[in-house]
């Protein structure tokens, strides 16, 4: 069968070389029992070999929390716990950690482009592929509850006409066997963070941006409670689906206690403000004894 070209410059996406950086991405990437599930991602990426060869994989040498590549940073940017500068002066942290597979570089920024401003279909399996690679790479050991996407504003959501997120975390669960579930809605419209003056301006803007819109029987004040067929008292805001309407009963009989793991997806982790802000409203209504872990596509 005839692959449809390269998603990235064209060129044709089978190939004899082709076959042999899939097997070097996947050792780079895939930890032992994962390899399999990596070899498969990495074969059915819409990309030829030149544009494997050159994905910005992250190194190993990384910030415990955020992830940032720190390959060649010198000892005296790295904390004692070997954090980033940045993250080791974060006080009262409610991301559990973040990672990502690729470095943000030209090749990213066109290519996320084209998806969230130019409405290009084909990236949606490409992002969402890239994520459940991050996923096999870093939290293949880990047992997530649900995984949920980073909401847009009502505002832009009509601008744009879709949330680029929820195509791929949709994309991702399918494809690592985790549930998604809408947790949160945004409340404030807020200037993209590219137009934003420094971290300091980044985290305000985020302060109270967003409101949980998961299922009541989450909430701490009812850590206890499971799904009786009554529905759900969350309210549907702007172009916020109603938990009932979009999951309908696939959490009864179901418990999201606090000591469980949510995945928190994004596209790209730059301050990481956003990511902060949706984990603080998450483990307000669950409980601060959940881990909210962050799963990006670049870092």
């Known amino acids: ?24 991405l996947s050792l780079t990437i895939a930890r032992s029992a994962r390899y399999p599930a990596v070899y498969r991602l990495l074969d059915g990426l819409g990309l030829c ?41 974060v006080r009262d942290e409610p991301l559990a950690g973040n990672r990502g597979l690729l470095v943000y570089n030209e090749w990213g920024k066109d290519m996320l ?3 969230k401003y130019r409405g290009d279909e084909r990236m949606a399996g490409l992002f969402a592929a890239l994520l459940a ?3 096999y790479r870093y939290y293949g050991s880990i047992r997530f509850r649900c995984a949920a996407a980073v909401p847009l504003h009502d ?11 929820e195509l791929m975390v949709s994309g991702l669960g399918k494809r690592i066997g985790v549930e998604v579930v809408p947790l949160l ?51 549907e805001r702007g172009g916020t689906l109603l938990w009932w309407r979009r999951i309908g009963s696939a959490f009864l009989g179901r418990r999201l206690m606090a000591p469980d793991a949510i995945l928190l997806v994004d596209d790209i982790y730059t301050t990481g403000s ?11 209504q669950v409980g601060h004894g959940c881990r909210v872990y962050s799963l990006t596509v670049f870092r």
Not at 195 to 215: C, D, I, K, L
């Open 274 to 284: 956003t990511l902060r802000a949706c984990a603080e409203t998450i483990r307000g």
């Open 155 to 165: 505002n832009r959501l009509r601008e744009r006409g879709f949330n680029q997120v």
């Open 185 to 235: 809605a945004r409340t404030r419209h807020t200037p993209k963070l590219s137009r934003q003056g420094g971290r300091t301006a980044r985290q305000e803007s985020m302060r109270g941006a967003f409101e949980w819109v998961g299922p009541a029987s989450c909430r701490k004040r009812e850590p206890d409670i499971v799904g009786d067929g009554g529905g759900s008292d969350v309210r």
């Open 113 to 115: 482009s084209r998806f």
């Open 49 to 89: 070999a030149d544009c494997l060869r050159l994905l910005p994989i992250l190194g190993e040498r990384i910030c415990i929390q955020c992830g940032r590549d720190m390959g060649g940073r010198t000892p005296s940017l790295l904390s004692d716990r070997q954090k980033c500068g940045d993250c080791a002066s």
């Open 1 to 24: 069968m005839l692959r449809e070209p390269c998603v990235s410059c064209g060129g044709r996406v089978a190939s004899r070389e082709r076959e042999a950086a899939v097997r070097r």
């Open 133 to 135: 690679l991050a996923f």
